[in-house]
């Protein structure tokens, strides 16, 4: 019998439950792909992609100093993607915090990311190269894999697993 826990981390990293089931966990954030390269700031590039230093703590100060830096508005001085800039520093922050805590849950829940691309939504003004509903349908097929096959720590861009967010 295969069952699913529907987790939903909040942009405030809090978890909270939506439906449970008993039995197998996963989890999938949708996240929109930033590529790497854009975040201009060396040492937040080497922070974002080492594995065994990354803390929450650092996830949230990261958080923190952009939000600090957009209040006095010095932010673009500091190596911050330039386009959409809060959405993809959102999505770094999410993608990363998925990461720890695929980590800290192994074994009991399965924590992966998954990026649908550019999708004919209300955000994209109806632009896209695919519809919500494809991309949906490739969502819950990565979440519904069965346990044995079901990885945790991944990004999947559509539905092949990539390395890392490249965010």
């Known amino acids: 019998q295969s069952s699913l826990v529907v987790v939903y981390v909040t942009a405030t990293g809090h ?4 439906a449970v089931l008993a039995g197998q966990f996963s989890e999938i954030n ?3 792909l930033i590529f790497l390269q854009k975040v201009r700031d060396p040492s937040l590039r080497i922070m974002l992609l080492d594995e065994g230093r990354l803390t929450e703590q650092e996830v949230e100060a990261m958080a923190s ?6 209040k006095d508005g ?3 001085d500091h190596g911050w993607p330039a386009v959409w800039t809060d959405y993809a520093v959102s999505k770094l922050a999410l993608n990363a915090y ?3 805590l695929a980590a800290r849950l192994r074994g009991a829940v399965a924590v992966n990311c998954f990026c649908p691309g550019f ?3 209300d955000m ?3 632009w896209g190269k695919r519809t919500a509903e ?3 349908r490739v969502a819950a097929g990565l979440a519904l894999l069965p346990p044995a096959d079901l990885p945790t720590g991944k990004f999947f861009k559509w539905s092949t697993p990539q390395l890392y967010s490249k965010l």
């Open 30 to 32: 949708c996240c929109v």
């Open 134 to 136: 494809e991309a949906g």
């Open 98 to 100: 998925s990461r720890l």
């Open 15 to 18: 978890v909270q439950e939506d």
């Open 74 to 76: 010095t932010w673009q």
């Open 119 to 121: 999708t004919r939504t």
């Open 124 to 126: 994209t003004r109806g």
């Open 65 to 70: 100093r952009f939000l600090a830096q957009v």
